[in-house]
């Protein structure tokens, strides 16, 4: 009978050798990154699938020790990669060739946003798609910016590979996607405000923006060395707030990264820490949202809610971005790419569900459904942009 340790290191070796293997045979890349076969794999190892399937296994491997040991490396594995998403926002950036950036990105997030919310309205007239502790406003405003969000991380990742990141449209979709980000954080923060708990949320916000002050004048004074481990501190520190004024610990762990300047970091080691968060712990996140899918509704009701909400956030992206286009004069197939790759959703979103989901204003199967959405929405991105990328001469 093995022990909790040894079952521990059997769910690691899983969650690292299963998706990696099946990535690299069949080589997905094209329209699935790594990153969205290890979302995938864990959702195929969740209680719907592997545990429906095959419940013995699932029980002996997933025990309640393991699965509260691998809650915990998640935990700090989402903290880690939002703090430092936080840090590499660029606000100055984000607002040069201001115009272009505030129009664009306006229309990127609302039109989405309007179309997901719509959706949402329908969807949670039925019972069971609202989480016990939501409001209908608060959930109808949660899926709605679910729809709505763009993976910053995935962005930049496939980018890259496109062989874009480093050329003047690259550099455009960065800018949208960077003003985009901090308004959804700035949503889900309102989403989040609890009428009863509002003391300890002004009372969180105000001593944040002092002892952020302070720590940036401290940051510009100490070594590059010692700004990493104030900064592990200072992402502790505002999680655990941020959680106690009911906020959630990702928003703490966004603000904590968001103060920071990326200039007081080497970049060849920022870019090295978060790629090594995503190598060897985030897998552990993947897997641990894969755990709390739900199917409880019927696969098919499940399945339907989220061709229904990708429709909408497609739908919603493209359009607000077609419009942006025709008030900039952009040249022609322009904002086909652009639509396309502020699609991309997987992991922001994924964190993004994982809070409302904490929170219970969305319930488990609702989040299932916006997982199956982001996951969608993000393969499809590659095959959508590169024939338009060739027309355009880029990439």
Known sequence: MPNTVETFLVALLVIFAVPWSLWRFFRTDYFAPLVVVQILVGILLGPGALGAVYPAYYQAIFTPDVVTALNGIAWWAVMLFVFVAGIELDLKAALDGWRDTAVTAGFALATPFLFGALAAA???????????????????????????????????????????????????????????????????????????????????????????????????????????????????????????????????????????ESDWFDRRKLDGFREIVLLTIMPVFFLSTGLRTDWSGGGWAVAGVAAMLL????????????????????????????GWMLQTKALIMIIFANVLLDRAIIAPQTFTALLLMAIASTMLTVPMVTPRLARLGQG
């Open 311 to 338: 429709v909408a956030a497609v739908a919603g992206k493209l359009a607000g971005v077609h419009i942006a286009g025709r008030v900039l004069g952009w040249r022609s197939g322009e904002a086909w790419v652009i």
């Open 122 to 260: 329908a969807i949670l007239q039925a019972p069971g798609w609202l989480g016990s502790d939501g409001s209908y406003v608060q959930g109808v405003a949660g899926i709605g910016m679910a729809c709505a969000v763009t993976a910053l991380p995935i962005l930049v990742l496939l980018m890259e590979r496109m062989g874009i990141f480093r050329q003047p449209l690259g550099q455009r979709l960065l800018r949208y996607a960077s003003l985009d980000d901090i308004a959804i954080w700035a949503v889900l923060a309102l989403i989040l405000l609890d009428g009863e708990r509002i003391a300890r949320q002004a009372a969180f916000l105000l001593v944040f923006a002092l002892l952020a002050w302070a720590l940036r004048q401290l940051m510009r004074r100490v070594a590059e060395s010692d700004r990493w481990y104030l900064g592990l501190v200072w992402l502790a520190l505002c999680s655990l707030a941020a959680d106690w004024a009911g906020l959630h610990f990702m928003v703490g762990a966004f603000l904590s990264g968001c103060v920071l």
